[in-house]
């Protein structure tokens, strides 16, 4: 066993930062995520791995110093919780148009507009449908434990990386603040200037060599046709990513006969109303979306021959059941339950809406 | 002798007073007739080439007329949302403490939609260099007012002049700049001259020296023209730029510590 620890959600992606090789975060305080930015001022990695610390002066700010980092082939960061996420749109976008990767953390809480600091998961259509302008993706992943706030931002790095794109972790105020045991990653190094210019030479800004042509980070195209192209490229990306990496788990599906759909603290939940059905004898199981874009549609559909209803569990008024309905097609009942505006499900009442909008029905 | 052969004859090595800087590329310009970004650009590209410092400097460009800098000086460019750049060289100076970083910016990009990045990037002392470019008015967008638009200017949201009562004061960001801690020299320039542009080119090289120092933020003010969005010829807009401008933005240094 590794260096395992008792720690808050918020705390651990801030560890984890340091322990993957991030070379700047940079924030701006809110409830209930502000231990993120804390722990790194109390960890002091510019002193350890030489990781820039930034306390910026708002969302926008930190999202568009994300743009300049991110412009220079570093691992850049920043987090935040829903009312910063929305501000942060109009840099997400651009680091989208302008294909730098790039890792944000959203630490849900309810809403609309100031709404409570209590956790929720109302930003799904924000975080997979774009949130900002123009047609794009954000590579969205949903830890629903603290151990996955560390396994995520290794992973959240990884893929941006590889698909030149920026990356969300979709977590809620609940696993944020939960403590929990988790295994810690092993120290990676930063990149070494050498190796930026391996993996990102082409296109970084880091200063133009009199070997190359300068580089440009920009989401600017002003003539329509290679806007255009430039937008089927984005298209392809954005097919490759549900071609390759698709991630869920499945849990009591094999005999299930009714389904819960969640992720993150809904599926915790869901997951010991799977238990107490069984305990009552209802063959349910619980498909996990862990990357919400791409979203686990075929694994979705492949239940479709053995189940009779599926239950969207979220803790909204209802947004992940649209991309379920798409999956299903209208084949079997689909419906939602949520509870929000800071409310958390008992199983209970998780079990209680299968029984009653699902099995009774 | 011919007029080309006796033109052949002046142009050669011994007799070359003037060379177009190398790092100015040679992509057609879309700055319109009498605008004052062409020789701005031409400035700072001339002194990064004096200073050699092509390989080592990351400029960030603006949304504004000068948007399309990146095309005309040959060093790595970031393109920044309107008024952000001073964020985004915040993080690239603060990942590449070695490097020149400098922004680029409209006076509708700098004092308007960025006033809180520029202020804070300031107040920080971030090692960087600033270009704020004054011209009085939303050249891109079609000449609207912009936060340094003169009392009575007429543009395209002031039809009938700028009204102080209806539209705010005429905004003097420079001085403010001036008052915080983290700038180190914050002086305001023009490029209506030659003797202008070569004050100004020593103005810039001073910065780009400050960087070297790390002595923190330097800031250059440009009062420049904007002929399309005035309604003037060139011409016209210089003597307006004189008249008016000069005056409300009296040019010198205002903070060189
Ligand atoms: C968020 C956002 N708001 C508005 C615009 C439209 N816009 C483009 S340039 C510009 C004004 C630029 O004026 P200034 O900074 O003075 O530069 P100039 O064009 O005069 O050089 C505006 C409002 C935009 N591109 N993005």
Redesign the interface.
Same mark, same amino acid.
């Not at chain 1, 568009?64 to 980092?69: C, D, E, H, K, L």
């Not at chain 1, 800004?205 to 009199?210: A, D, P, Q």
């Given at each position: 066993m590794g260096d395992v620890r008792l720690m808050k959600g918020n705390e651990v992606i801030a560890e984890a930062a340091i322990r993957c090789g991030c070379?700047?975060y940079?924030g701006y305080p809110i409830t209930p995520q502000s231990e993120v930015m804390e722990t790194l001022m109390a960890r002091q990695p510019w002193e350890q791995t030489g990781m820039?610390v #930034?306390q910026?002066?708002?969302e926008?700010?930190?999202i568009?110093?994300?743009?300049? =980092?991110a412009?220079?082939g570093?691992k850049?960061m920043t987090s935040s919780s829903s009312p910063g996420i929305s501000l942060k749109q109009? =840099?997400i976008t651009?680091l989208a148009g302008?294909e730098l990767p790039a890792l944000v953390v959203n630490v849900v809480r309810a809403g609309p507009g100031l709404g409570t600091i209590q956790p929720a998961q109302s930003d799904y259509f924000q975080s997979v449908k774009g949130g900002g302008h123009g047609d794009y993706k954000l590579i969205v992943l949903a830890p629903a434990s603290v151990q996955e706030m560390n396994d995520f931002v290794g992973l959240g790095f990884e893929l941006a990386f590889k698909y030149r794109n920026p990356a969300l972790i979709l977590s809620d105020g609940a696993i944020g603040q939960m403590m929990e045991k988790v295994e810690l990653s092993d120290y990676k190094p930063r990149w070494t200037d050498e190796e930026i210019q391996e993996i990102s030479g082409s296109w970084a800004?880091? =200063?133009?060599?009199?070997d190359r042509e300068?580089?440009?980070?920009?989401? #600017?195209d002003l003539d329509s046709a290679r806007q255009e192209q430039f937008n089927h490229k984005l298209q392809a990306k954005y097919r490759a990513m549900e071609e390759n990496e698709v991630r869920f788990e499945k849990i009591n599906c094999d005999d299930a006969e009714y389904l819960f759909i969640a992720y993150g603290s809904s599926a915790r939940i869901s997951q010991k109303a799977v238990e107490l059905g069984r305990e009552k004898g209802i063959k349910i199981g619980l498909i996990r979306p862990i990357t919400l874009f791409p979203y686990p549609t075929k694994a979705i559909q492949e239940m479709l021959g053995q189940v009779k209803g599926i239950l969207s569990v979220e803790m909204s008024a209802g947004q992940m059941v649209e991309d379920v309905r798409l999956a299903v097609n209208g084949k079997v009942p689909v419906e939602h339950f949520g509870r929000y505006g800071g409310i958390i499900p008992t199983p209970e009442e998780v079990l209680e809406a299968l029984e009653q909008k699902i099995i009774g029905k | 002798m011919t007029a080309t052969t006796e033109i052949n004859k002046i142009i050669n090595e011994d007799n070359l007073v003037y060379k177009k800087t190398n790092l100015l590329l040679d992509n057609e310009m879309h700055y319109c007739p009498g605008c004052t970004h062409g020789v701005i650009h031409k400035v700072i590209a001339e002194v990064i080439d004096e200073m050699d410092i092509q390989n080592e400097t990351i400029g960030v460009s603006p949304v504004g007329c000068s948007v399309l800098a990146y095309n005309y000086i040959d060093i790595d460019w970031q393109e920044a949302a309107h008024g952000r750049a001073p964020a985004l060289a915040t993080a690239t100076s603060r990942l590449m403490p070695e490097k020149y970083v400098f922004t680029y910016q409209g006076d509708g990009d700098l004092a308007s939609i960025g006033c809180a990045e520029i202020i804070h990037a300031c107040n920080r002392g971030e090692n960087i260099v600033v270009f704020f470019v004054n011209n009085a008015i939303y050249g891109m967008t079609g000449g609207q007012m912009a936060p340094t638009t003169l009392e009575g200017q007429v543009t395209a949201t002031t039809p009938y002049g700028r009204n102080t009562a209806l539209n705010g004061h005429t905004m003097k960001i420079t001085e403010m700049i001036a008052l915080l801690p983290g700038t180190r020299y914050v002086t305001r320039q023009s490029a209506e001259t030659p003797a202008a542009v070569r004050k100004l080119k020593k103005a810039v090289r001073k910065a780009f020296e400050n960087t070297t120092e790390k002595k923190g933020l330097s800031f250059i003010e440009i009062v420049g023209t904007c002929s399309s969005g005035w309604k003037l010829t060139p011409t016209q807009s210089n003597e307006w730029m004189k008249e008016n401008m000069f005056p409300f933005y009296q040019l010198g240094t205002l903070k060189d510590e």
């Open positions: 070379d700047g940079f820039v #930034l910026a002066e708002s926008v700010a930190a568009n110093m994300v743009y300049g =980092g412009s220079c570093k850049i109009e =840099g651009y302008a800004t880091t =200063g133009k060599k009199s300068r580089n440009i980070s920009t989401s #600017l | -």
